[in-house]
């Protein structure tokens, strides 16, 4: 049994990798990517975003993943959930449910009915997701966790800021790891949580676009992962720690360029604050699992849980987690300190309809240290 999990982990960073592969793939090919672009309507339309874009490059990694994970964990059937609805309409209108079939031939035919008869653009993708790629890494070999794979759900992002990844400026990430626009936010996001309370157990973040490569056409990607449950947490990112660390004074929160203007001026208030703003939901939380930032906060209910689960096991596994910001506020007017409700990634906001019922409703607050939390909800509190 405590095999399973590490299994899961080590296919979980390979898939994601593959992952990886196919959006480095898909901006690669100019004449691929004017193809994958399409319109979200309806129901699966996140409001947030005037121009939010479905990519058949998100379908793709969704469905590779969901085929990939099956096929080695058929006890994660139907457990398996994404951000993207697998029905796809090429350019004759013909609507096309797209799936990783079992043999590469059948895969590329049914990519070429949806890529309007484009055999080349078919085969290339095709290529990258039946490819046998294994990440090896040790310490996720040895992981010993008594969880059965068959008590946990996943939920995918495949590709988290999908419009830093479509509009695709290809500003190189800074030294310091900070990126506040650009292809280095577009990250894989892969949770794990448990079906039976909801808590986020093990994450994988694949960021296909870290670096520019050695001749500063392609990219270089990087993974990072966590695992937080009973008394196991694990986290491939260490943080360099001083021997002996500087008093810091000055509290940096990151937001939202499109946060609302009563929680900028409420939050500038904080005295030694410095407000920091950057693009895609994963790549903010990203930031504060680094540590380049203290904390982030978001007001609005514009991400769900397929945006929060995998970076929220990381910060499990460093202490840290993410909260609930509308409860934490409620908790603290109630003279209720130190009480953080953390995200669960189970149930359903029944009342609601298509991705509204996966929202992360009340707003989060990502951190490391839940000593920030107070500080951060007693300057809102009221403001909103």
Request: a negative charge.
């Amino acid at each position: 049994m405590a095999s399973g999990m590490a299994e899961l982990l080590q296919l979980l960073l390979s898939v994601a990798e593959k992952a990886a592969n196919v959006a480095r793939v898909c901006r690669q090919e100019a004449a691929l990517f004017e193809l994958l672009v399409q319109e979200k309507t309806g129901a699966d339309k996140n409001k947030k975003f005037v121009q939010d874009f479905k990519t058949l490059a998100d379908v793709l990694i969704q469905e590779m993943i969901r085929h990939d994970v099956c096929a080695q964990f058929p006890e994660l059937t139907g457990f398996i959930q994404g951000e993207e609805s697998n029905k796809f309409e090429n350019g004759l209108g013909d609507s096309i449910t797209v799936t990783v079939c079992a043999q590469e031939e059948d895969t590329t035919a049914l990519l070429a009915k949806v890529l309007d008869g484009d055999q080349n653009a078919a085969s290339v993708l095709t290529k990258v997701i039946h490819q046998d790629l294994q990440i090896k890494d040790e310490t996720a070999e040895s992981l010993q966790l008594s969880i059965n794979p068959a008590d946990v759900g996943i939920w995918i992002d495949p590709i988290d800021g999908t419009s830093q990844y479509i509009e695709g400026k290809e500003e190189e990430e800074p030294d310091e790891g900070f990126c506040p626009f650009g292809l280095p936010c577009a990250l894989v996001l892969i949770g794990v949580y448990l079906r039976s309370t909801g808590q986020p157990v093990m994450g994988v973040i694949n960021q296909p676009f870290n670096r520019k490569d050695s001749t500063g056409k392609g990219w270089k990607g990087q993974h990072l992962w966590g695992v937080s449950y009973g008394d196991v947490n694990i986290c491939s990112f260490k943080h360099r720690r001083p021997s002996c660390p500087p008093k810091k004074e000055e509290l940096s929160v990151l937001l939202s360029s499109s946060e609302r203007p009563a929680v900028k001026d409420a939050l500038a208030a904080i005295p030694n604050v410095s407000l920091m703003y950057a693009s895609g939901a994963g790549y903010k939380i990203l930031c504060v699992v680094q540590g380049l930032v203290d904390v982030y906060v978001l007001s609005e209910g514009s991400t769900f849980r397929w945006d929060s689960c995998a970076p929220h096991a990381l910060l499990r596994a460093l202490g840290g987690g993410i909260a609930d910001l509308s409860e934490c506020m409620h908790a603290h007017v109630h003279g209720n300190k130190g009480h953080t409700a953390e995200l669960t990634y189970h149930q359903p906001h029944t009342e609601s309809q298509g991705v509204d019922r996966w929202a992360n409703r009340g707003g989060i607050i990502a951190y490391l240290d839940s000593s920030i939390i107070d500080k951060v909800v007693a300057a809102i509190a009221g403001k909103i």
